[in-house]
T-cell receptor
Framework: QKEVEQDPGPLSVPEGAIVSLNCTYSNSAFQYFMWYRQYSRKGPELLMYTYSSGNKEDGRFTAQVDKSSKYISLFIRDSQPSDSATYLCAFYGSGNTGKLIFGQGTTLQVKP | DVKVTQSSRYLVKRTGEKVFLECVQDMDHENMFWYRQDPGLGLRLIYFSYDVKMKEKGDIPEGYSVSREKKERFSLILESASTNQTSMYLC???????????FGPGTRLTVT
């Protein structure tokens, strides 16, 4: 079983839709949960970061963590064409040396 | 703002050539990382460095080496490039006490 599973997509939605991006993980030691956004031909940039179960909101973005189910989600409200990118979930474990474990990335296209 | 720069955006090399990829960060970060990114495989860690002159193997170090002579610079070396090293190479840096990694724009390397 892979340590992290993420649906690669691609996912195509109309502008204004609510988008749900998801990752499952198997390692109970993961304590820090991140979402990166990567535009075409660019490096990933950190979008959201949380370390506890529950929801964290930042504008149109909400990160949700369910540690009991080992499941994290990123919700995008009122999606815009500028949200078109690849979204990567990433994880750290406790006592981690700085190594991030990444999902495969989900490619999202928001059509005007 | 943290800035991570990589020496080339696009590089074409021949099989058997020695290839140097350079990464520089301007935020005095202790940790630096080299990843490669391939479709369907996500980001995979090649090598990382906790501090100057220190290095650790990541998940796929075979065929690569690294050098960190100065804190701000981390070099990835392909001793004898092969076609299966055609990929996007991403450098990242991290302050030792934080979890976020900051990525450069990437170098797309093609080995023919």
């Amino acid at each position: 079983q892979k340590e992290v599973e993420q649906d690669p997509g691609p996912l195509s939605v109309p502008e204004g839709a609510i988008v749900s991006l998801n990752c499952t993980y198997s390692n109970s030691a993961f304590q820090y949960f991140m979402w990166y956004r990567q535009y075409s031909r660019k490096g990933p940039e950190l979008l959201m970061y949380t370390y506890s179960s529950g929801n964290k909101e930042d504008g149109r973005f909400t990160a949700q963590v369910d540690k009991s189910s080992k499941y994290i989600s990123l919700f995008i409200r009122d999606s815009q064409p500028s949200d078109s990118a690849t979204y990567l979930c990433a994880f750290y474990g406790s006592g981690n040396t700085g190594k991030l474990i990444f999902g495969q990335g989900t490619t999202l296209q928001v059509k005007p | 703002d943290v800035k991570v720069t990589q020496s080339s955006r696009y590089l074409v090399k021949r099989t058997g050539e020695k290839v140097f990829l350079e990464c520089v960060q301007d935020m005095d970060h202790e940790n630096m990382f080299w990843y490669r990114q391939d479709p369907g495989l996500g980001l995979r860690l090649i090598y990382f460095s906790y501090d100057v002159k220190m290095k650790e193997k990541g998940d796929i170090p075979e065929g690569y080496s690294v050098s960190r002579e100065k804190k701000e610079r981390f070099s990835l070396i392909l001793e004898s490039a092969s076609t299966n090293q055609t990929s996007m190479y991403l450098c990242a840096s991290r302050q030792g006490s934080k979890n976020e990694q900051y990525f450069g724009p990437g170098t797309r390397l093609t080995v023919t």
